[in-house]
């Protein structure tokens, strides 16, 4: 229900996706390495959005949605654009409450973006049993 409109955000980075996702007075909470922070309201939410795609939208390489009464959550793995031009990896849990459509709470936990070393590091001493 909400995965297609978030990879839509997340691959186009347009402020018209941010509208149709998020209620009016949605809040974000973000939860990235070491920090948090908040954005409410569709207007906040977008510039945050345009912040982090600043150097191009995102590659989503996957999703997998689970449906809940109150909403859904999603883990997400996607490439992004860092400021060198170099795409780096990283995954990201989404816990979304809705009413109705629209996202009222959206509280994201990230990984934070790896760079390939790391990534390659990762591969190497921590071989992943699922995918």
């Not at 998020?22 to 954005?39: E, H």
């Not at 979304?96 to 001493?125: F, I, N």
Request: charged letters at 30%; one cysteine or more; proline letters at 6%.
């Amino acid at each position: 229900m909400f995965a297609d409109r978030l990879r839509k955000l997340l691959e186009t980075a347009d402020r018209a996706a941010v509208e149709e996702f998020y209620a009016p007075d949605a809040l974000l909470d973000a939860n990235v390495p070491m920090w948090r922070f908040q954005r409410k309201g569709t207007e906040e939410i977008a510039d945050q959005y345009a912040e982090w795609t600043s150097a191009g939208p995102f590659q989503v390489l996957g999703m997998l949605e689970r449906e809940t009464p109150w909403g859904a959550v999603i883990e997400e793995e996607q490439r992004e654009p860092a400021e060198d031009g170099t795409l780096q990896y990283a995954r990201q849990i989404h816990v979304l409450v809705s009413e109705g459509d629209k996202v009222v709470r959206h509280v994201m936990y990230c990984t934070g973006p790896w760079d390939a070393a790391t990534e390659a590091r990762q591969k190497a001493e921590a071989p992943m049993v699922e995918p």
